[in-house]
């Protein structure tokens, strides 16, 4: 959790009814909040500029400014292509710094996300999708080819699946999602860049009573203030605004998990089974070191 969301939630139970709505919305649009001038703030909250500034103060900030600077901080670093650009200018010549700082920080990803493993959290999150009425996957942006990677690769797990990706536009996204339910189960995934339509559908879906699985970069991201189960990897990266590596390993984990834990041996036999027809088979003694595969061993 950001340091801001940390520090209302310290305070939450002292904070007047009004100054509530106030927490309210921060906690559920924080990138928005650290845009918002003082009066967009209390428009959007639906209160005075002076419950603002009692709420700054009730958080123990000497005022708006010092609520500002803290919101801002959570989420300088979504916002910073060019400032990396700037910084590593001396080296974007060097394309061997480039490819390798780039290699370097994918492994760096992957290595956080298995060291700050919460176990707990994802088999709740694989229970969850195994007994959904409808699991669906939520993302824009980046993250839209993402949720279509994931939605492939544990479609077999869901009863049912709806991607939500963006296409066909924001109408037909309402339309699909009007009767979503306490039932059903929503996969939100949005890294730096945060999509802003992304969080919106989350919070409107959870508000609908779906449980919420949320794939993001950190737990300061503001995804993970509107999920009930949050699974993070690191999404830096030396050049980029975010590499999306480590999250699909994340995929690729839940998937190897849903696997372990829902597949039988039989059932794996079975697709094999109606599979091979469709795969090429490598015959390992016709071919010597080196030896380049003939064309006819594949199968259509």
Sequence with gaps: MSPLLSLIASRRADLTPQQGRIADYVAGHPVQTATMGIEELAFAAGVSVATVNRFARGLGLD?????????????????????????????????????????????????????????????????????????????????????????????????ASVVLDGHGGQERILRRTLDVGPEDVVIAVTLPRYSRATLDHAAALRAQGATVIGFTDARAAPLAALADLVLVASAQHPLLHASPTAVVGLFEAFAALLTARRRSTAAEAELSRRISPHLWVEDIEAFGPGAAPDSTRFRE
Excluded: H
Aim: with cysteine.
């Design 63 to 159: 005022g708006f400014a010092a609520f500002r600077l803290l919101a801002v901080a959570g989420f300088r670093r979504i916002m910073s292509p060019v400032e990396k650009l700037e910084a590593q200018a001396d080296r974007l010549g060097d394309d061997g710094f480039v490819v390798a700082a780039s290699l370097e920080a994918a492994g760096a990803n992957l290595r956080e996300a298995g060291a700050s493993l919460d176990l707990a959290t994802w088999v709740r999150a694989a229970e969850a999708v195994a007994e959904a009425r409808r699991v669906y996957f939520l993302g824009f942006g980046l993250s839209a080819a993402l949720v279509d990677l994931f939605a492939d690769m544990i479609g077999p797990f869901c009863r």
